[in-house]
């Protein structure tokens, strides 16, 4: 289009100059000037145009290097992906392995079938021992069990007492806070730590032995002060302190003192 308007334009001054030199009348020239005028205005108008549309191509010619620059970087990012997720499964696998291949593994179960039924205890799978997340409390002093521990100890008994956990070994460890033994609210004169965090885990043990577990499944031991789990600082922080862990064995985790599980040494 541009040359043809080019074409017509070179026709008209052809002719304007034949005109000039006498071949054409006046009139015919003012036509022709006219003409060319609005001619070259259209040559201009066409030649903007090309402008705007190598503007516009351009633009898009940018776009498009932009996009497939971010389409290098999306593909890049998904192969670090691709190479973070197969790092994470080896690392997964790796840690896998040595679960299985530590001693406590693959042994335990029925101990996370319990687990699973029971929500207060919480398991360590690669020693194959949960705790009640519930500690039993006392007073100071004092090894009779607070309020409310009864009730948690025979729901406690009775779940040990289901087929699935009948040959799972409860241990109960019990320890006092950090005061002396003549500070002890209540306690006799010649109790020392020792004796009390012992004689509190028995009460446990005994409570549990009440709600019909099996006696020959449970231990008892005593620490003391020697194993707080916060700072002996306040009051409440001591009343933590005096407390009852139980736990939970599976049944092939050697136990110091029950001769099942240690008969190398008997």
Request: aromatic share 4%.
């Amino acid at each position: 289009m541009v040359c043809r308007i080019a074409w017509r334009f070179v026709s008209l001054v052809l002719i304007s100059g034949l005109a000039g030199c006498g071949f054409a009348p006046s009139s015919n020239l003012k036509t022709l000037q006219v003409e060319n005028r609005r001619l070259g205005e259209e040559a201009r108008a066409l030649q903007a145009e090309v402008e705007n549309v190598k503007t516009h191509t351009r633009q898009v010619e940018n776009r498009l290097i932009q996009a497939e620059e971010q389409l290098a970087e999306v593909d890049s990012q998904r192969r670090r992906d691709r190479r973070s997720l197969a790092a994470f499964r080896e690392e997964r696998e790796e840690l896998r392995q040595r679960l299985t291949s530590h001693p406590g593994a693959g042994r335990s179960a029925a101990l996370a079938r319990l687990v699973d039924r029971y929500a207060n205890l919480k398991i360590d799978p690669a020693t194959g021992i949960a705790k009640l997340e519930t500690d039993v409390l006392f007073d100071t002093g004092q090894t009779e069990l607070k309020s409310g521990a009864k009730i948690l100890l025979e729901e406690f008994s009775a779940v040990m007492q289901d087929q699935q956990a009948q040959h799972l070994k409860v241990m109960v460890v019990g320890h006092t806070d950090d005061q002396r033994e003549e500070r002890m609210e209540g306690a006799k004169q010649d109790q020392t730590p020792w004796q009390l965090s012992t004689a509190r885990a028995g009460a446990v043990a005994l409570e549990l032995i009440r709600g019909g577990l099996d006696g020959q499944r449970v231990g008892v031991a005593g620490f003391a002060s020697h194993q707080p789990i916060v700072s002996n600082e306040s009051y409440e922080a001591r009343q933590r302190n005096r407390r009852v862990e139980i736990f939970v064995v599976d049944e092939d985790v050697p136990v110091i003192g029950m001769t099942e599980t240690l008969l190398n040494l008997y």
